[in-house]
């Protein structure tokens, strides 16, 4: 990473770059270091989760001894497992306290951990600076003060693990009673988020502040990339939504460790007596606190993902986007509306009933913003030169994923039809189209797509289209089939679904998701290879590889330290492609005329 | 339709009042959400196809159809409405927040735990006897006062819930320790119950048989095992099994001594 570095613009700005390795690639201040410690970090946990998930699949592919089972004859994999987890996987058969484990750790891992990291801090933090031609971040030394706050974060989370009768157990979702009374390793998970909600308030202040007021002479708001803005609107949505969390796992945090009962109602009784301080608390408080924070959460993991497959469409068409100010309004409108809906995860939880129909309007309403998105992006392809390279394909790709993501989240939005399909497997296809092959394959698109000015490098594109259809076929047949198992009423977050006979007739789905699981696991092979191969022996990318009209292309790739030899000052709005009478078909935002 | 290898898809077979009006709900929005996204992709693979970049041709700078962009959500907005109206608020209310006469119903008490279902029927005087905290133990699972007469003739069951067909089953329904969650996916319906708090489901059953109970809230590591029956019988049968169980009851303890009682979780197929 080091032989592409240029320090040329460093002096010129008027401050060098910090001299040593800790200073400049460990306790960095500069936000394109602390955004590439966050990608590096938020991929590691993906892959860790990933893995998680894979034992689970492996559970439920076979989630019992058939007939022909002979604890003498374990095969290869089943005799790893064994070997591995002699107490929580005998014979390659998980024990369900084990599977909830894995379960609320990978909805954990994956959200908190993996895709936000990602799409706003590394790509926020690396992207968002250059693009509105700032030297860096507004408060540098907060800034790595976050990500070092997410890492203690995460490292206190995953050791729950090693906490006594393991790790957190009760769901992402952690719903009081149940997180209240289970094992210690929920309380690393509420000190453990603490943590990590504090690191992303750090995150959006500076965000909000850097994009506010850092942006480049004329890169007024209607002339910023669609990209900024949607970081804009996320980092809004964080500062004003993970209070709410942080409060409310204060709270939980209290009722385990402090004798308090927020959560736990009169006459609750836990192993066969009356609990101890149980009155005056609700369960339902919890899930009220929670979702007012994780529904937004959905928007934090998709905005970012839009702006990147925006940016990325639009140099790669080769023309401007269509409806930029639809698209900005959208994104602004889906930010305050996602503050109104959290309590369609709540039709049945007991809430007063009527307060149903309020948010089924709310929720249908929030889908009219999620259709001008898509509908921009769709007719921004009419009339383009799309050029089909890695990052492009990714970036369309995410188009029909999400589609898929948001129309299932029709029926389950709609009271009378989630009646049926609640806390069914049809949930867990629905938000995962949203979030995996939706978000994150736009996100791994923006990797392909800023890589080579990350570090001064192009990635091989042939390994990456290999990656990308052995990312998005496998992706379709682990998701698809839930949403079938889902409507046959199949419940999430069973470790051995065969224990119940309704689910009988669609376990077989369960099979196939767990041998394109695999696949998928296979096809991040190339990707990993190309990653670390195309440091040394990529092509060489010049400041502008893809021929891109905004700010960040204006700087050497990779970037000194201060970004701009000098104050960029920006002319035009962000995509002019092809305009007439321009000499070639890109015009940089910071071309004289 | 492959019930040896397990790839069945679709809906479950039927068997409440209300379950045709959702599943007619259901076919409806997924016949929408089919055409949007055929006709979406159609149109995308056009685009894909016939904008890809060829030598010497140049993108197009000005765009057309700003305000013709508008159409889709303006249809999508009409749809949602006309659902919302037409369907989501009326069969909501009169699946959720409207309960069908008490004096035409049966009324059943559902009190669940870690991991089990104890349901509790008034038995013929129609009260139900009163439930202490204080009284529950591994014998008495609900708490049941032994001293009330109203709680002489309740019958006590675990994990089998026997009703009787074409008529409203109201459930009044808690939870002793954690959420659990109602489900009988072939009612088209489930609900949470919560400790400290009383919820209500009900249904008319309109086939006679045997439905599993799920539990669809993670509720601790046996949330899989988790399960019940609905058994749902002729008037007449349902009738005889009342009788039955009365008889057992009154024959017995005052206390509720569920166990001898319990139909047995593997009478299930």
């Known amino acids: 990473m080091t032989d592409a570095h240029g320090h040329a613009g460093a002096h010129a700005h008027g401050h060098a770059g910090p001299q040593g390795f800790i200073w400049k690639y460990v306790f960095s201040v500069d936000h394109k270091v602390i955004g590439i410690q966050y990608l590096v970090t938020s991929f590691l946990f993906l892959l860790v989760g990933f893995s998680m998930m894979l034992l689970m699949r492996w559970q439920l592919a076979v989630p019992t001894p058939g007939d022909d089972f002979d604890p003498e004859k374990l095969g290869m994999i089943r005799g790893l497992l064994n070997w591995m987890f002699p107490e929580s996987m005998p014979f390659g058969f998980m024990d369900p306290v084990f599977y909830n484990q894995l379960g609320a750790m990978h909805g954990t891992i994956m959200i908190f951990l993996g895709v936000v990291p990602l799409g706003v801090a590394a790509f926020g933090n690396f992207v968002m600076p250059l693009q509105i031609g700032a030297p860096d971040m507004a408060f540098p030394r907060l800034n790595m003060m976050s990500y070092w706050t997410y890492l203690v974060g995460g490292i206190v989370i995953m050791s729950s693990f090693l906490a006594d009768g393991g790790a957190p157990q009760s769901g992402w979702t952690s719903y009081a009673p149940l997180s209240v009374v289970a094992p210690a390793g929920q309380t690393y998970w509420l000190i453990g988020m603490v943590i990590i909600i504090t690191s992303s308030l750090f995150g959006a202040i500076n965000f909000i502040v850097t994009t506010l007021n850092m942006r480049a002479k004329g890169l007024t708001l209607g002339r910023m990339p669609v990209f900024c803005w949607a970081q804009l609107v996320t980092a809004v949505l964080l500062l004003l939504a993970f209070p709410v969390l942080e409060a409310g796992a204060l709270l939980q945090l209290l009722d385990r460790v402090a004798g308090t009962s927020f959560y736990i109602p009169k006459d609750m009784i836990y192993g066969a007596t009356v609990f101890p301080r149980a009155g005056g608390g609700s369960p339902i408080l919890w899930q009220h606190l929670f979702w007012f924070l994780a529904h937004p959460e959905v928007y934090v993991l998709l905005l970012p993902a839009m702006g990147i497959v925006a940016e990325i469409i639009a140099t790669n068409t080769r023309k401007p986007l269509f409806g930029y100010k639809e698209l900005v309004g959208s994104l602004c409108v889906i930010g305050v509306l996602s503050f109104i809906v959290w309590a369609h995860h709540m039709f049945l939880s007991g809430m007063r009933t009527s307060l149903a129909n309020l948010f089924v309007t709310t929720t249908m309403t929030i889908s009219i913003p999620s259709v001008a998105v898509l509908t921009c992006l769709l007719l921004s392809l009419r009339g383009g030169t799309i050029r089909f390279n890695t990052p492009m394909l990714f970036a369309l790709a995410f188009l029909p994923m999400f589609g898929i993501g948001g129309l299932t989240g029709l029926p389950l939005g709609f009271a009378p039809t989630d009646l049926h399909l609640h806390d069914t497997y049809y949930v867990i296809g629905h938000f995962h189209y949203v979030v995996a092959p939706g978000s994150l394959i736009a996100l791994i698109g923006g990797t392909y797509y800023w890589y080579p000015k990350m570090f001064g490098r192009k990635m091989n594109e042939k390994l990456g289209k290999v990656h990308f259809w052995m990312t998005v076929i496998p992706m379709n047949f682990v998701f698809f089939p839930m949403l079938i198992q889902g409507m046959y009423g199949m419940q999430r977050r069973l470790a051995t679904p065969t224990d119940q006979w309704h689910n009988l007739p669609v376990q077989g789905w369960s099979m196939l998701i767990g041998i394109a699981g695999a696949v998928l696991f296979v096809g991040q092979l190339p990707f990993l290879w190309n990653f670390f191969w195309s440091l040394k022996h990529g092509e060489v990318a010049g400041a502008n590889p893809w021929n891109a009209t905004t700010l960040e292309w204006a700087c050497p790739s990779p970037p000194p330290h201060g970004n701009f030899a000098t104050p960029p ?12 009478g321009h000499k070639t078909d890109y015009w940089p935002q910071d071309e004289a005329a | 339709m492959n019930d040896e290898w397990g790839y069945e898809w679709g809906l479950p077979v039927a068997a409440s009042s209300y379950a045709s009006d959702i599943d007619w709900l259901m076919g409806l929005l997924h016949a929408v959400m089919i055409f949007i996204f055929v006709a979406w992709g159609i149109f995308f693979v056009y685009c894909l196809f016939r904008y890809r970049a060829r030598d010497g041709q140049r993108a197009s700078y000005h765009q057309s159809g700003e305000s013709a962009s508008f159409i889709p959500d303006a249809l999508v907005l009409a749809f949602e409405v006309w659902l919302i109206l037409a369907f989501g608020i009326p069969l909501w209310a009169s699946i959720k927040q409207e309960t069908p006469p008490a004096k035409e119903s049966l009324t059943v008490h559902l009190i669940a735990q870690q991991f089990a279902w104890n349901f509790q029927y008034p038995g013929p005087d129609g009260k139900f006897g009163r439930r202490e905290v204080s009284l529950v133990s591994a014998e008495n699972a609900i708490g049941l006062d032994p001293d009330d007469p109203a709680s002489k003739d309740d019958i006590i069951t675990i994990n089998n819930l026997n009703v009787p067909v074409d008529k ?8 002793k320790d954690v959420i659990h969650n109602f489900q009988v996916a072939n009612f088209r319906n489930k609900q949470d119950l919560v400790p400290g708090l009383e919820t209500m489901l009900w249904f008319e059953p309109t086939l006679e048989g045997k439905f599993e109970i799920g ?13 019940g029956n609905v058994l749902v019988q002729s008037e ?17 303890s005052s206390t509720a001594d569920a166990g001898s009682i319990l139909p047995g979780a593997d009478s299930r197929s």
């Open chain 2, 236 to 252: 007449a049968d349902f009738a005889d099994w009342q009788k039955q169980q009365v008889a057992e009851r009154t024959g017995t």
């Open chain 2, 215 to 227: 539990c669809a809230q993670l509720c601790g590591l046996g949330h899989t095992k988790m399960v």
């Open chain 1, 569 to 580: 000052e920006v002319f035009r709005g962000p995509y002019e492609y092809s305009v007439p």
């Open chain 2, 168 to 175: 409203p089953t109201i459930l009044r329904m808690t939870s």
